[in-house]
């Protein structure tokens, strides 16, 4: 059985550990979870090492970002590795990379090699289970990791984003040779031109024997499950569907309806994409893009500035506008069919209320005028090679200088103007309720026994009392003030024995002291008045030194030590701390009272101290 068996313990660790925790707040909260979960303590041995320990450069370089804990108890271990998902722009680049254009899968083997070595530094045995937890692109990582090289025994996810059989034909030898050998393909690049639900249909068939270790829970509204519909994606194992917002449809629906032709579009400018940055990183995508190295030309801001560039690097500005003559009417053949479907596109997501009808037509009318301002450029490059191929030079240079002014200045500015209205939109804000969909606080909200759910990442006791509305308490928060008020309380406590002290030794104690000293000082001189001869020496030595010190007597005073009454100041600090376990208690009680039936409850919050 596993230590962490139950889904919903899983989600928790999983969405906890994108909060980069230090190892033992991570191990803290492990426990905390453990113990609301199942009722029990976790007695065993916890450690844990995250991504960024490591130095071994497959990892370091792919951006990989997980943790692995090893968890032993009575003998019996389990390691788990949770991979992230997606928390940047490197990881979209990837993303695009990897899961759209199938280039690459350097997380997917930065996930093997992460779990190699936490295994060596953990210590863990090769026989100890291991599992994969993830969210997001972190499912693809774990799932492609063990599908290719067997990284794991079982494979969990929320809201996963599903393998690509290209990204197991880049990666998986023996995939690729059995993809080879059934399609009889020639080239590698042919693995695209096969239909997709044949090899969609094939890969589901070669890795069906693995199938039954991948557990997944994906919500109907999440964007992923309705990105997985296009083609590349397959899903494998154990899934459990679930309905986060009944009220709203999904856009797995509409996802299936855009044409294969369309996202095959998308896929040729994400691998055109992917090999250039591979090579230039951004700067080299858009290069494989359009042909032109924007390196190449920065600093160009005006009429006069492009001037001066043209004389100093002409053959840079000849390399360019072949180079756009040569790209952009490619570019232009696989945009064409997307912005033909921006209607059915966006009407889709207005219907199903994600955005608004004036959002909708921003969106249509600008992405139109975009592929506009494209067909203007290549116009514009086309009448420009005409102009070049007379051989004529000043009209080149003419040409030259008034081609590249006006791209930049009229048809570039034009598409960044759509952008910007784009954004004013508010487009983007509004589509933050399909990625709210992606999280996994919402779908842990629907996991529910009718007795408990869950907010955020806490779990809830729902309690019903007479006719009234159900009450919902936050067990989790009402734990973690019980666990951290407690030893506050007590904290406060000592210290006000400490200054009671303090009190007691510095005014009481050191006055006492001090009349003690001054006591003893006194019976010395009344005890030997003779040694104290030489106070006679203020009279003169003359006959002083004649006389002796018969006797001396001491008339003292030891007026009461004044303002070291601190008692009410004492009893007031003290009635603070009372009233705080009084507080915390009455709330317990009243927690229990309402869950009068969870006889396991009470004892939460005892076991709770001992974290």
């Known amino acids: 059985m596993e230590f962490l068996e139950s889904p919903e313990i899983k989600a928790r660790l999983i969405d906890i550990e994108y909060e980069d925790l230090e190892p033992q707040e991570l191990e803290n909260r492990l426990k905390q979870l ?37 968890i032993s108890n009575d003998g019996h271990e389990e390691m788990y590795v949770i991979s992230q ?24 083997e930065a996930t093997n090699e992460f779990v190699m070595e936490a295994k060596q530094h953990l210590e863990v045995d090769e026989d100890t289970k291991t599992y994969g937890l993830s969210h997001s692109l972190g499912h693809n990582n774990n799932t492609v990791s063990y599908l290719a090289f067997g990284t794991f025994d079982e494979v969990f996810s929320i809201n996963g984003a599903q393998p690509n059989y290209y990204e197991l034909f880049k990666v998986d030898i023996p995939f690729y040779e059995a993809v080879r050998k059934e399609f009889a393909i020639r080239e590698d690049m042919d693995v695209y031109d096969i239909e997709p639900q044949k090899l969609n249909d094939f890969a589901i068939q070669y890795y069906q024997d693995k199938s039954d270790n991948i557990h997944q829970i994906i ?37 299936e309806y855009i044409p294969d032709d369309v996202v095959k579009n998308f896929q040729d400018l994400a691998i055109d ?60 053949d696989k945009l064409t069919p997307i912005t033909e479907n921006a209607e059915q596109i966006f009407s889709s997501l207005y219907e199903a209320e994600y955005i608004t009808k004036e959002q909708k037509d921003v969106m249509v009318e600008e992405i139109a005028i975009i592929e506009q301002e494209l067909q203007k450029i290549n116009e514009a490059i086309g009448r420009n090679v005409d102009i070049r191929d007379l051989g004529n030079p000043n009209a080149g240079f003419g040409g030259d200088i008034g081609a590249g002014l006006k791209i930049y200045l009229d048809h570039v500015k034009a598409i960044m103007e759509s ?59 009402a734990l973690r003030m019980y666990q951290h008020s407690i030893p506050i309380l007590e904290a406060k406590a000592a ?19 001090e009349e003690r000293k001054v006591r003893d000082e006194i019976d010395q001189m009344e005890g030997s008045p003779g040694t104290y001869k030489f106070l006679l020496s203020k009279h003169g030595y003359y006959p002083t030194f004649m006389k002796e010190m018969k006797k001396i ?14 008692e009410e100041q004492l009893a007031e600090l003290t009635k603070t701390v009372e009233t705080g376990y009084a507080y915390i208690e009455n709330y317990r009680k009243s927690i229990q009272d309402l869950f009068e039936e969870e006889e396991e409850l009470s004892q939460l919050f005892d076991l709770s101290r001992r974290i």
């Open 34 to 70: 453990y113990l609301e979960e199942t009722g029990e303590l976790f007695e065993g041995e916890i450690d844990i090492l995250h991504s960024s320990e490591t130095k071994n450069e497959t990892i370091t370089s792919s951006n990989y970002d997980g943790t692995a804990i090893h």
């Open 85 to 108: 998902g997606t928390q940047g722009g490197e990881d979209w680049l990837y993303n695009l990379k990897s899961m759209l254009a199938g280039q690459t899968a350097l997380q997917a």
């Open 219 to 255: 919500s109907k509204d999440d964007p992923l499950y309705a990105a997985s519909a296009v083609r590349g994606f397959f899903t494998l194992g154990n899934v459990t569907m679930v309905d986060t917002n009944p009220d709203t449809p999904g856009l797995r629906e509409l996802m």
């Open 495 to 513: 210290k006000i024995s400490e200054l009671e002290q303090a009190i007691h030794d510095e005014l009481d104690t050191s006055y006492k002291d």
């Open 273 to 332: 994409f992917a090999v250039g940055s591979e090579r230039d990183g951004t700067y080299g995508g858009v290069e494989a893009l359009i042909g032109v190295d924007l390196k190449e030309f920065e600093g160009i801001d005006g009429f006069w500035s492009g001037v001066g560039f043209y004389f100093t690097h002409s053959s840079e500005i000849d390399t360019m506008i072949r180079s756009l003559e040569e790209k952009v009417p490619t570019l232009l």
């Open 419 to 477: 952008v910007d209205r784009i954004k004013e939109s508010g487009i983007l804000d509004n589509l933050s309720a399909i990625t709210d969909s992606h999280s996994i606080s919402e779908l842990l909200s629907v996991m529910s026994d009718g007795k408990k759910g869950y907010l955020g990442t806490d779990m809830v006791y729902n309690a019903t009392k007479g006719d009234g509305e159900p009450i919902k308490v936050n067990i989790s928060a």
């Open 553 to 566: 007597s001491v008339h003292e005073i030891f007026p009461p030590l004044e303002n070291n009454d601190f």
